[in-house]
């Protein structure tokens, strides 16, 4: 709760099963399926007894809303510790993944990473395609993304000559015009360039998905992105925010960014990992 709170986040259903006398996650995964009040099911367990039931419950509700699983006991170690804590078998990680996956769910790698795809998934459109751009003015962060980019399945896609032209004639001569699109620490005294950076950008068809970098303390940055965002969520557009500013002003503006819809990450890696199961579940339901 308290991360949904620190996020602006709501959540219509919170529940606990315990050792599952009389109902099993397959059970409230086909419930939740069906409430119209939950758009996104993250589910923490530690073993299945009947996985048939749990492959049908998420391919039947999967194609609706995304269910995320993060599945412990996937070590030895930690399959000794289920059984010491509940008595089940927690089964082998790598057949549980896979049948997770091949009925349409997502297996999550840890709780930070449920809570990130379930925030993207909460407040973001899933987007069109598979194309990242990344506006920073930290060419650090810029590096960091391509890296996580690779990883986690998305393109940090070229920009056209055309969208290069139209960027160079709205930014400073210092900025670098690529993909990730670096403003450069100049972008702490001149902040609006990330408004006319993303203006162009997002007129350009190939881009799919937004990860805006604030690599300094810069402020107002609700009033940088708010228009932009709009008009990115009726593109289905999704933007998300890496804001490493610092100090009490990283604080008050994440919680501005959250308050009006922009999700905010701790780190670029975060972002585009959630940005990543979007772009999964798009192709999904392609499929």
Known sequence: PSFLVDNHLGYSKSIAIGNKSDGDEADLISWLGRDEGTSVIAVYTEGIDEGGKLMK???????????????????????????????????????FEAAISQSGGFCVESLQELLDAAKAFSMLPVPRGPNLLVVTSSGGAGILS??????????????????????????????????????????????????????????????????VVFGDPIP??????????????????????????????????????????????????????????LNRYRLNRKD
């Not at 933007?239 to 922009?262: F, H, P, S």
């Open 57 to 95: 419950a998420v391919k039947d509700t999967s194609s609706s809303k995304p269910v995320l699983i993060l599945k412990a006991g996937r070590t030895e170690a930690g399959r000794k510790a289920v059984m010491a804590h509940t008595g089940s078998m927690a089964g082998s990680g790598e057949v």
């Open 220 to 277: 107002h940055t609700v009033d940088l992105l708010k228009e932009v965002v709009e008009k990115a969520k009726k593109k289905r557009v999704p933007v998300a925010v890496n804001y490493m500013g610092g100090a009490d002003m990283q604080k008050e503006e994440i919680d501005a960014l959250q308050r009006n819809g922009i999700p905010v990450y701790q780190t670029p890696e975060r972002a585009i990992i959630a940005l990543g199961y």
């Open 146 to 211: 391509s890296d996580a980019s690779e990883k986690a399945g998305l393109k940090l896609h070229k920009l056209s000559e055309e969208t290069l032209d139209r960027l160079g004639g709205v930014l400073p001569d210092y900025c670098i015009l690529r993909n990730p699109l670096d403003l450069t620490g100049n972008a702490l005294t001149e902040s609006n360039m990330y408004t006319d950076a993303l203006e162009v950008a997002l007129e350009n068809e190939d881009v799919n998905m937004v990860l």
